[in-house]
């Protein structure tokens, strides 16, 4: 079915010629879909821990721009600041622990750069 453009009649019947079976467009269809893909994406992670801020866990270590130790955990070896969600660590611990390796990079207390740059 060409239009007076001379294109195909839209995505769908395109599908149908290529896949030579009907497009189930039924709400049914599109939730069968969805559990599939959701089921495709949790065969390939398996189980993944929940990750726990270090800070809200352990009251014990302080967030201080002087201890590279500590920052040093949460920076890459390029250089760049670990996120939130690789590290684990809250909103809250977060923030100050960003501005606290600002201010250790201003002070030269940690790299700007990694070691291989």
């Known amino acids: 079915m060409t239009g007076a453009s001379g294109h195909s009649g839209g995505y769908r019947e395109h599908r149908r ?3 030579d079976r009907p497009v189930d ?4 269809g599109r939730l069968r879909a969805r559990a599939r893909k959701k089921a495709r994406r949790q065969k390939k992670k398996g189980f993944v821990r929940r990750k726990v801020c270090r800070f809200c866990a352990d009251s014990s270590i302080v967030l201080d721009y002087k201890d590279a130790k500590t920052l040093r955990l949460f920076v890459t070896e390029t250089g760049k600041m ?3 969600r690789i590290s684990g660590n809250c909103a809250r611990h977060q923030r100050p622990l960003a501005i606290a390796i600002k201010r250790a990079r201003h002070l030269a207390i940690l790299p700007l750069a990694g070691q291989g740059q």
């Open 17 to 19: 010629e290529r896949d």
């Open 25 to 28: 467009t039924s709400v049914r």
């Open 82 to 84: 670990i996120p939130r």
